[in-house]
């Protein structure tokens, strides 16, 4: 959503997407340095939060910020949702999934603006994903990717058919 955003709304060339997408790439490889994208293992904050963190970094390149811009924008994005659950409903990736990832994709923006407009993220893009790591692993297993806690648990959610059995 993001990179449709920059190419469709602010008309970016072919060079200047790819330079986005290697800034977002370049995050990206960091988590699988340093953690893990599953939520299985480190909760929904690894997903939505590397989407959300490689967006934003693609935004800093598309607005011709620095590397440390990107890396900083990228840490807000994941300080945000540092802790955050994964609680899908009824075992499929859309209840809460679909808005949760929208709602990154519009931090993505804001994390750039943010940076770019001279805030100073003084937690370094590798401590914050250290921090994430350790948080997610510190969750309960009901809480990573298993649908036993959170929404999967309200009651309507619980009445909705289950998609993902034969």
């Known amino acids: 959503a993001v990179m449709a955003t920059l190419?469709?709304?602010?008309?970016l060339s072919r060079e200047k997407v790819l330079s986005c997408l290697w800034a977002a790439g370049v995050i990206g490889w960091a988590l699988d340095k340093?953690?893990?994208f599953?939520?299985?293992v480190a909760g929904c904050q690894?997903?939505?939060?590397?989407?959300?963190?490689m967006g934003a970094a693609a935004v800093v390149e598309a607005a011709g910020?620095?590397?440390?811009?990107?890396?900083?924008?990228?840490a807000m994005v994941f300080q945000n949702v540092m802790g955050s659950v994964c609680d899908l409903v009824q075992g499929i990736v859309e209840i809460?999934?679909?808005?949760?990832?929208?709602?990154?994709?519009?931090?993505?923006?804001?994390?750039?603006?943010?940076?770019?407009?001279?805030y100073r993220n003084l937690v370094h893009l590798d401590e914050t994903i250290d921090a994430v790591?350790?948080?997610?692993?510190m969750l309960p297993a009901e809480l990573r990717c298993t649908s036993r806690g959170g929404l999967a648990l309200c009651p309507s959610a619980r009445?909705?058919?289950?998609?993902?059995?034969?």
């Open 7 to 11: 190419l469709e709304d602010f008309g």
């Open 34 to 36: 340093r953690s893990t």
């Open 159 to 166: 009445r909705l058919p289950r998609r993902d059995l034969p």
């Open 96 to 118: 809460p999934c679909h808005s949760r990832n929208a709602a990154l994709a519009s931090q993505a923006f804001l994390a750039a603006d943010l940076i770019l407009g001279g």
């Open 133 to 137: 790591d350790s948080v997610g692993r």
């Open 65 to 74: 910020g620095t590397a440390r811009q990107a890396c900083d924008a990228a």
């Open 46 to 53: 690894v997903e939505i939060g590397a989407a959300g963190a």
């Open 38 to 40: 599953a939520a299985e």
